[in-house]
């Protein structure tokens, strides 16, 4: 009786190497896969991160704007295709109220927002809220997102939403309707869809 033990023949070992690879490379696509879609999923939670950080700091402008009878009865808000500008409240602890311009615009694909020095002095204001409204300005920008595209904005005014840069709404016994809150869409690179916030003027 013959004990020796058989081994393997080389088309077994071809087989079982051949099985082994083709397991090898469906399970690194499958791998590979999966990192690749985590790396996109970051991505596009890092996007949205970015602008629901650029819309929080709208809201918290948006909520100390200033009324009309603080500044002497100027504009306190207007909205132009890719840019919003308004006029906020400064409050500092044991100082008083003081008035800032604020501004944010696109350009080239950067949302960004500057803010002039806070002031109690008018003439002060009306300079730097034509500074703001000019195609330059000394104030230092704040990058909020480097990837957007379009920035939309209407206001609510006279019981409708009005486009950025539509004429103002007249009341009756005469004047202009002064908006009382504002809406801002935002679009990023890339993307079909845009994301949209209203904000509520002087609700802080």
Same mark, same amino acid.
């Given at each position: 009786?013959?004990?020796?033990?058989?081994?393997?023949?080389?088309?077994?070992?071809?087989? *079982?190497?051949?099985?082994?690879?083709?397991? @090898?490379?469906?399970? =690194?696509?499958?791998?590979?896969?999966?990192?690749?879609?985590?790396? @996109?999923?970051?991505?596009?939670? +890092?996007?949205?991160?970015?602008?629901?950080?650029?819309?929080?700091?709208?809201?918290?402008?948006?909520?100390?704007?200033?009324?009309?009878?603080?500044? #002497? #009865?100027?504009?306190?808000?207007?909205?132009?295709?890719?840019?919003?500008?308004?006029?906020?409240?400064?409050?500092?602890?044991?100082?008083?109220?003081?008035?800032?311009?604020?501004?944010?615009?696109? @350009?080239?694909?950067?949302?960004?927002?500057? +803010?002039?020095?806070?002031?109690?002095?008018?003439?002060?204001?009306?300079?730097? =809220?034509?500074? !703001?409204?000019?195609?330059?300005?000394?104030?230092?920008?704040?990058?909020?997102?480097?990837?957007?595209?379009?920035? !939309?904005?209407?206001? =609510? @005014?006279?019981?409708? =939403?009005?486009? *950025?840069?539509?004429?103002?709404?007249?009341?009756?016994?005469?004047?202009?309707?002064?908006?009382?809150?504002?809406?801002?869409?935002?679009?990023?690179?890339?993307?079909?869809?845009?994301?949209?916030?209203?904000?509520?003027?002087?609700? !802080?």
């Amino acid at each position: 009786m013959d004990t020796r033990r058989r081994g393997f023949t080389l088309v077994e070992l071809l087989v *079982a190497i051949s099985v082994l690879a083709i397991v @090898a490379v469906l399970g =690194w696509r499958g791998l590979d896969t999966i990192i690749r879609s985590r790396a @996109a999923l970051n991505e596009e939670l +890092e996007q949205t991160r970015g602008l629901q950080l650029a819309f929080a700091q709208m809201q918290a402008d948006c909520g100390r704007i200033a009324m009309k009878e603080d500044i #002497g #009865g100027r504009s306190m808000l207007l909205a132009q295709p890719g840019r919003l500008t308004m006029v906020r409240m400064v409050f500092a602890e044991n100082q008083p109220a003081r008035a800032q311009v604020v501004s944010y615009r696109i @350009a080239d694909g950067v949302l960004m927002r500057r +803010e002039s020095v806070p002031t109690r002095n008018l003439r002060e204001l009306d300079a730097a =809220w034509i500074e !703001a409204l000019g195609p330059s300005t000394k104030a230092p920008a704040v990058v909020l997102h480097n990837n957007v595209s379009e920035m !939309a904005i209407r206001t =609510w @005014a006279g019981g409708n =939403w009005r486009p *950025a840069g539509a004429e103002p709404v007249q009341k009756p016994g005469g004047g202009v309707e002064e908006p009382t809150g504002v809406e801002v869409s935002l679009r990023l690179r890339d993307r079909p869809a845009s994301l949209v916030k209203i904000f509520l003027l002087g609700a !802080a």
